[in-house]
C-alpha cells in the first residue's frame, strides 16, 4: 500500500508544480480566465490526489491495528 500512496504523493507533488508555474504566469495576466480554469482544474486534481493519499494513509493504520490486534496460540 505504500507503494500506491507514493505514485499519488508523485502524481500529486508534479500537480502542484505545474500549478505554481501557472500561478506565476497568472499573477501577471489575472485577466487570462482560461489560465485560471487550468489551474482550477488542476487544484481539483491535487484535492483528488490528496484524498488517495489520506484513504491510502487510513488503510495502513487499519491493518497495522489489526496486525496488533491478532495474537498468537501459546
Known amino acids: 500500500m505504500v507503494a500506491v500512496a507514493s505514485v499519488w504523493k508523485k502524481k500529486r507533488d ?3 508544480a505545474r500549478r505554481d508555474s501557472l500561478f506565476e ?5 489575472p485577466q487570462n480566465f482560461h489560465l485560471a480554469r487550468e489551474i482550477k482544474d488542476i487544484d481539483d486534481d ?4 490528496t484524498q488517495h493519499v489520506e484513504q491510502e494513509r487510513r488503510a495502513e493504520q487499519r491493518a497495522a491495528s489489526a496486525a496488533k490486534l491478532v495474537t498468537t496460540p501459546k
Open 14 to 16: 508534479a500537480l502542484k
Open 25 to 29: 504566469t497568472y499573477e501577471k495576466d
Open 46 to 49: 491535487i484535492a483528488e490526489c
